[in-house]
């Protein structure tokens, strides 16, 4: 990834989730761009796989490496989406779906904890094989697929058959999934909720056109 310089976090609170709206809808382009063609955004990926490693950020900014471009995809998918420019419905879907899945992980406390104890030993592959190693992907692959894959609503995902059963690929969609369920808790959690993506539109719009002049 190419480095960029570290800025500061936002301060208004709707400018903090809609940029981690942003990485919920990163998540969702990269996998729609995997199920359609087998390939993704590698920044967008990157971004995707660190935040989701790191599990005790120092702070809100490093979660997406310091720079808001680092959501490049997600901000310009997700300013798609709030100015209705979308033609893909399936990245909406999934970007939505991946909220819902969000929250009814955090009804399960089991769930939650299982996921914060394994998430920790996939670190120690990711330290010693590198974060986007196939070992790393497989294991977080994998552990999307014993846990968050286990809840009545799935998030049916669409693309090319055979690439969708190429190797490893299985693994790189749920393991995109579930950054995106990453990046929706970190949403949550910065005080976004549903309701709020209808009756503050004007003011996410608002917070996505500052972030294009920055």
């Known amino acids: 990834m190419t480095p960029t310089p570290i800025q500061s976090a936002p301060q208004r609170a709707v400018a903090r989730q809609t940029l981690a709206l942003a990485g919920v809808f990163q998540a969702a382009a990269v996998v729609d761009e995997l199920a359609r063609t087998g390939q993704c955004d590698e920044r967008a990926w990157n971004t995707l796989i660190r935040a989701t490693l790191d599990t005790n950020p120092e702070s809100f900014a490093a979660i997406y490496g310091g720079h808001h471009n680092n959501l490049r995809l997600g901000i310009?998918?997700?300013?798609?989406?709030?100015?209705?420019?979308?033609?893909?419905?399936?990245?909406?879907?999934?970007?939505?779906?991946?909220?819902?899945?969000?929250?009814?992980?955090?009804?399960d406390d089991a769930m939650l904890a299982s996921l914060g104890e394994r998430l920790q030993?996939?670190?120690?592959?990711?330290?010693?094989?590198?974060?986007?190693?196939?070992?790393?992907?497989?294991?977080?692959?994998?552990?999307?697929?014993?846990?968050?894959?286990?809840?009545?609503?799935?998030?049916?995902?669409?693309?090319?058959?055979?690439?969708?059963?190429?190797?490893?690929?299985?693994?790189?969609?749920?393991?995109?999934?579930?950054?995106?369920?990453?990046?929706?808790?970190?949403?949550?959690?910065?005080?976004?909720?549903?309701?709020?993506?209808?009756?503050?539109?004007?003011?996410?719009?608002?917070?996505?056109?500052?972030?294009?002049?920055?």
Do not use: C
């Open 76 to 107: 310009d998918t997700l300013s798609a989406v709030m100015n209705r420019q979308r033609n893909d419905p399936a990245v909406m879907r999934y970007g939505f779906s991946l909220v819902l899945l969000m929250q009814k992980l955090r009804k």
């Open 121 to 214: 030993r996939v670190q120690g592959q990711a330290e010693h094989f590198g974060e986007t190693h196939e070992n790393v992907i497989a294991s977080l692959g994998q552990l999307y697929q014993d846990t968050l894959s286990t809840f009545r609503y799935r998030i049916v995902v669409q693309g090319d058959p055979s690439l969708l059963q190429s190797r490893m690929m299985p693994e790189r969609v749920r393991t995109a999934l579930l950054t995106g369920v990453r990046f929706a808790l970190l949403w949550h959690q910065q005080g976004g909720r549903r309701w709020k993506l209808l009756f503050q539109r004007q003011a996410i719009k608002k917070s996505l056109n500052a972030l294009d002049d920055r």
